[in-house]
Structure formats: C-alpha cells, structure tokens
C-alpha cells in the first residue's frame, strides 16, 4: 500500500467530519428522545456476537450481507451485526421476556458486505424500534406514526407513505396452491411490477380461475384507498381469505391519514419486499428526488421463533445519517468563547461557568485559529465576556 493509498476508505464507507458529525449526534439524541416519549426503552445489542445466533430464523435473509469472522477464544464463527432486529427479537423472547407489551428502540451502526442499493452505506447508522406482543390494527397504527414522528422531527420535508400487505399475497398463493417454483418465478415478476407479465403467467399458471383473476386484479392495485376500493372488494369475494388482510390495510390506512393528512399515502399490493420475512403489512416513506426508502418497516411475527417466543411484532427502521442529510434539522449553534490558556482560579471557575451555560469555551493558544463571538479578558481584576466586532470589509 502506498502513502496515498493509506488515506483512502473502502467503497460504500465514509467517515463524518465537522460539522456533520454534530448534527448526526444532536439528530440522535432529538430522536431517541422522541421514542423514549412514545414508552420505548432503549437496547444497545453486541454488535459482534455468535454467527448461528444472528442468522437464527428470518435472520439466514441476511447471510450474504454479514461479515464473518472467527473468534480466536472459542474458534466458532462470529458475524458483526447488519440488522438490529433479529437481535432485538432475542432480546423479547430471552433476555428481557417482558410480559405483555415490549416495546424497544435501538440506534447503532451496522455492517453490510454490500450496499442495499447504489445510493445506501455499508455502515449504515441503523435507528428505529420495535413493538412486540399485539396483533392487532393499533399496532401497526402505532409503529406508522412513530417512523411518521420520527421522519417529521428529522425536519424532513415532502413525505410519502407507501403501504402493501404480504398477507394477501400469501392468501391468494396459497388459494392458487401454486408450486415453491412458481412462486419464485412470481415473485420475480412482481418486483419488476410489470402487471401484464404477470397476468400472462397467470393465465398460462393457474389453474383456479378465481385465483387466476384475484393474481390479475393484484398486479394492478396500486394507488389511493378510495381508488383501490371496488378492487379490494372483488379480491376478496374471488379470495376469502385476502379479505381480513385487505380489510386490515384499509382500516390503517384511514387511521393513519386521519393523524397525518399532510402525508400522502399510496397502496402498492405488488410491493413484497421482505416476502421471506414479513408476515402482514410492509411500509416504506418517501421524498422527491430520492430513489430509495428514507424508513421502511413491516410486520415480522416469526422473528422470536428461534428464539422461543414467537409472538406478534413489527418494526420500522432508518439510516440516521440519511435523514440528517436529507432533513432541515440543525443543532443549536453556541456562543464560541475564546479564553486565556492559563490563569488563576478565578479564570477556571469563569471558564466552568459559562461551559455550564451551555457556552462552548475554548482554551486559545498562539497556534488556534479559531472563530468565535467573545474572548474572555481581565477588566477591573475580573474576567469579563467581551464580544469580538466583525472585520470590515
């Protein structure tokens, strides 16, 4: 390695330098505030732990993405952390075991082998939180209008809330008893979103003609609740069993709306991210001029199975650092003091108090070239703030 090559950092890894790093930090401690006034306690899972642990359960999606290492006392594979909730699902299930209700929220970084997309970091400073032990709608009110909060007090600007449900899905796939193949190949066409590609794979495919055209009638419910309403209502007389789901995503969405009508919101049931993992609604925020989810969450039932705790639980989380960049948020800017190096007490206890004033005072020596609104001198044998006059012009 060369001289000039030992400055540079891996792809997908950036360090935070001044004044960026202040505002990520006051950003962290504004939002975990925030949660802490919604009843969630804050966990700090190891960020390094055992590999069959981490990847235990829902966690295996996560394999590719998880470094490895190995631990030089037990010789058994260790993995640093890439996503804070299979860990928090332990922590549910084993650790705390709460009865009733757990709730939980977390900001750490995590460590990718690979980017999640071209615009996201392979250290993503992970925040969000998660509610464990209710199944019902009010979950997913709450756990929405907590990343909403959280994304509002971020100062971010423009959102959009996109909203679809695994569950329906589900019920139509296993109404149409399709094959693990073709469910594979389905899933492949509904990323891509491309609605008469899969209506012709679910001609050519399916074989129960109510099935066939729920599939059809799904590959294009994308748009308003009031827009998707005569849609909702055939799926579910084709497909009894999307109907509860559907009936679900609508009663959601109408809460949701009602606490935040600034924000639009728009249902895309071909939107399956997490198919593997989630098990209800899945939910993504958007702002213009961004390719990627600034927050996204969903329902993960199964997460504390492995664990053994299987119980309801949902989630959203974001990468701090891309709300700080993506928001208006700005930290309080103190008043900078430059003070004498040395000096006798009374200098140190002046200095003290206006540190405890919320002052940011600097001990200035010949080498400092340091802005700053006062300095502190001696006048009449006491140290007095005197306010620096801008250079003219």
Known sequence: MTLADRWLLPDGIEEVLPPGAQQIEHLRRRLLDLMDGWGYDLVMPPVLEYLDALLTGTGKDLDLRTFKVTDQLSGRMMGLSADTTPQVARIDAHSLRPEGIGRFCYCR???????????????????????????????????????????VASEVEQLHLDVGNVGVYRAIAAAAAITETQQAELFDLLKLKCASDIEAWAAREIADANSQQALQLLARAQGSVDSLSA??????????????????????????????PSVPVYIDLTELRGYQYHTGLVFGAYVPGYGDAIAQGGRYDETGEAFGRSRPARGFSADL????????????IKSIVLAPAEGDAELWAKVNELREQGMRVISCREQDNQPADYTLQQQDGQWQLVQIQPVQG
């Not at 990718?112 to 009110?141: F, K, M, N, W």
Request: one cysteine or more; hydrophobic letters at 50%.
């Open 231 to 260: 849609t909702f209502a055939k799926i579910g007389e084709l497909v009894p069993a999307a109907a509860e789901e559907l009936e679900h995503l609508v009663a959601v969405c109408g809460q949701i709306a009602a606490r935040y």
């Open 109 to 151: 970084t995590v460590f990718h082998t690979r980017a999640r997309s071209l615009l996201a970091s392979r250290t993503p400073t992970q925040i969000g939180a998660e509610l464990y032990g209710e199944a019902g709608a009010a979950a997913d009110v709450e756990i929405i209008s907590l990343m909403l909060s959280t994304l």
């Open 321 to 332: 650092r891309v709300l700080a960049r993506l928001g208006n948020f700005a930290p309080n």
